[in-house]
């Protein structure tokens, strides 16, 4: 079974640039969430998708930070303009379902720096 | 609020010594508890969770975990370290959104 893909892998820009990720769940999973993990620190929430609606965007910088999943599979995640403090690795997972304790599958991030 | 504190930012162990990887968290209800480990350069693998009954929890490559609840606690342990080990440890709490530890480094030497 294919794992959760995602690409760029490794991502280097300035300051008030724009840059974008993809992410493709495993196949069949609903739920596909989108986590920043700044170095040093443990992964946060920034949203989660059921298929293709926003179940929890609270923790979504959303003057800068915007995510769709149109299809209800893969997924982008877009930072406009970015700041230094953006710099992190993105992490997207994915779940069967959305249920309680539901086992979360990570891709393996792609690497953002901004200079 | 849900949180986790995971005490210990770095730990060096010798390969085929046994290991115990601390964890704290702060929950109304009976948890949901996960362990995951993330090796250099790759995502998150769960290792195990526990939701309710046995309160020993066995996990892939040998890795237990043991729910203690009068000490809100929920540590990582593994009788024999081998040198794949070594990588980063963080432990979860929650429903929904998982809420993460800022997770421990484990060193393995020779």
């Known amino acids: 079974e294919a794992g959760v893909a995602q690409s760029p892998r490794y991502k280097i820009i300035e300051k008030r640039q724009s840059v974008a990720f993809w992410c493709n769940p495993i196949s069949g999973h609903a739920t596909l969430y989108w986590y920043q993990q700044i170095l040093g620190q443990g992964p946060k929430l920034l949203i989660q998708f059921q298929n293709n609606g926003v179940v929890d965007d609270s923790q979504l910088p959303k003057d800068r930070f915007s995510a769709e999943r149109l299809k209800g599979v893969d997924s982008t995640l877009k930072i406009q303009p970015a700041k230094l403090e953006d710099s992190a690795v993105y992490l997207c997972a994915s779940s069967l379902v959305a249920g309680v304790g539901e086992t979360q599958y990570f891709g393996p991030g792609t690497r953002l720096l901004v200079l | 609020a849900q949180s986790v504190t995971q005490p210990d930012i770095h730990i060096t162990v010798s390969e085929g010594a046994s290991l115990e990887l601390r964890c704290n968290y702060s929950y109304g209800a009976t948890p949901y508890l996960f362990w995951y480990v993330q090796s250099p350069g790759q995502g998150l693998q769960l290792l195990l969770k526990?939701?309710?009954?046995?309160?020993l929890v066995q996990g892939i490559k040998g890795f237990e975990a043991e729910f203690k609840r009068s000490q809100s606690s929920f540590n990582l342990r593994k009788p024999s370290v081998h040198w794949s080990d070594a990588a980063e440890y963080f432990c979860?709490?929650?429903?929904?959104?998982?809420?993460f530890g800022k997770g421990t480094r484990l060193s393995v030497i020779a």
């Open positions: 979860a709490v929650g429903e929904a959104p998982l809420v």
């Open positions: 526990y939701f309710s009954g046995d309160t």
